[in-house]
């Protein structure tokens, strides 16, 4: 993709959604640090299910402390690898409290050395929290950047470095939750919905589905 083709694409899906946000229900920045912990392998929905009793009770580490591990599993069994996730979380509090005063550190440093946080983790609070230009590359991004030829990389690594390098402003704060729902809800991981998309013109995947398929066309007609 060119320069230009890359303003196009995201001024095409800003368009629709100019101040776009993450599906995880979060308060403060320290529920978000735990619910985007809690989200790997995990969907937002499911999240949310488990966090809205949680939060309503935890609104600080010193609260998780206070709760313990075995309460918060209590909390989040209906999310996957809550054993271990449960175990970060109070490890990570533990930290926050101990090393940052209760409060969640503001660099990407301080953040990937808090048990069960990688890099991932650490750029969507600081994109969403803190409002910096990060590009936090989850599953639906690696394809996009791949598919669409945006920021073709091997690794979520190799695709976060070209994103830093294309994405031009004012594009580069949100450039990440645009492409994180344009790929949940249309350039799908199975079946990308190309027919439907609105940036179809600009992506050079070359096994484009330009129609949608027979039993869907059918369903649409009848839902009319
Ligand atoms: S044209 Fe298809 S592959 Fe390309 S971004 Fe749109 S949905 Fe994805």
């Excluded at 690898?81 to 979380?89: G, I, Q, R």
């Excluded at 791949?146 to 979520?156: E, I, L, S, V």
């Excluded at 050079?204 to 007609?221: C, H, M």
């Amino acid at each position: 993709m060119t320069k230009d083709q890359i303003f196009e694409f995201f001024r095409r899906l800003a368009e629709d959604n100019p101040a776009p946000q993450t599906e995880l229900e979060y308060g403060n920045a320290y529920q978000l640090l735990v619910a985007v912990a809690l989200s790997a392998q995990a969907t937002d929905v499911g999240v949310n299910k488990a966090t809205r009793a949680l939060f309503a009770r935890v609104q600080t580490p010193q609260e998780m402390l206070d709760l313990g591990e075995a309460g918060l599993k209590e909390h989040i069994k209906t999310i996957g690898l809550f054993n271990s996730k449960a175990k970060n979380v109070i490890a990570l509090s533990r930290i926050l409290v101990d090393e940052h005063g209760g409060a969640v550190p503001d660099t990407r440093e301080a953040l990937v050395r808090l048990p069960g946080v990688g890099r991932k983790t650490a750029n969507v609070v600081l994109n969403c929290w803190f409002g910096q230009e990060t590009f936090a590359v989850d599953t639906h991004i690696f394809r996009l950047g791949n598919r669409t030829g945006m920021a073709k990389g091997k690794t979520p690594d190799q695709v976060e470095a070209k994103l830093e390098r294309r994405v031009p402003q004012p594009f580069r704060r949100d450039s990440h939750h645009w492409m994180i729902l344009h790929g949940r809800y249309v350039c799908k991981a199975r079946a990308p919905e190309c027919w439907r998309c609105k940036v179809a013109d600009l992506c050079s995947f070359r096994k484009k589905v330009l129609e949608p398929p027979k039993g869907r066309a059918a369903l649409e007609v009848s839902a009319d």
